[in-house]
């Protein structure tokens, strides 16, 4: 009799044993839990890191890509700069942001030439969201243009394709003015983008190097 109730005795201490140790495992639906809530920020993360890469490319004008080197054609009737303010192969920082990366980069002056440079709105060739106060597009770059320069609230259509859907879209003059315009190597501050013959910047939107 007494070596029974040891025998239930030793077995009732296995069982609670085994019972604590069965509730100190997680469950396993805790696991799968943990697991899909990992994931779940992992493709967050991905897809936060996808956004601003694309956003990156994109330029800041309603989202129209923008071709920001060229090959560095000008046009032919296009007239070189006797004394720009900056020399061509000198030094300048970039005072502007026509493009992310582009304020307070340092350039090197690629060409510098005197014509008429024009801010314009217009609507993409093949459709897309219209793009207002475009900067810069030069006289020479206009088709038919004559040899006076347009004004303000003039009509004209574009032989440029500084971005997509540009070349031959009808647009508006909303300012005209007569400068030296540069073609500018940088890199950009924010993607250290290497761009070459960037078409256009004004006198005013570049600064001596300290």
């Known amino acids: 009799m007494i070596k029974d109730k040891m025998m239930m005795g030793a077995m009732s201490i296995v069982a609670a044993l085994a019972l604590g140790a069965c ?19 992992n493709m967050g993360q991905d897809s936060d890191d996808m956004n601003e890469e694309m956003d990156e490319q994109m330029d800041d004008e309603d989202g129209h890509m923008m071709d920001h080197s060229s090959s560095g054609e000008v046009p032919d009737d296009l ?15 970039i005072e502007t942001d026509h493009m992310s990366g582009m304020q307070g980069a340092e350039a090197t002056i690629a060409g510098a030439y005197d014509t008429t440079v024009y801010a314009v709105s217009y609507t993409p060739e093949g459709g897309g969201d219209p793009v207002e106060d475009h900067k810069w597009v030069i006289h020479e770059e206009l088709e038919d243009a004559p040899e006076e ?29 007569q400068t030296t315009v540069y073609m500018i190597d940088f890199t950009t501050t924010d993607t250290e983008e290497e761009v070459t013959n960037h078409k256009w910047v004004t006198e005013d939107e570049l600064a001596p190097v300290e």
Not at 29 to 38: G, H, I, L
Not at 79 to 93: F, L, S
């Open 79 to 93: 007239q070189e700069a006797q004394n720009p303010t900056y020399e061509v192969g000198g030094q300048a920082i």
């Open 23 to 41: 509730n100190a495992d997680p469950s396993p639906s805790d696991a799968p839990t943990d697991m899909d809530e990992q994931m779940d920020e």
């Open 149 to 177: 320069p347009y004004a303000a609230g003039d009509e004209v259509v574009l032989d440029a394709d500084h971005m997509e859907g540009m070349d031959g879209a009808s647009a508006t003059i909303d300012s005209a003015e």
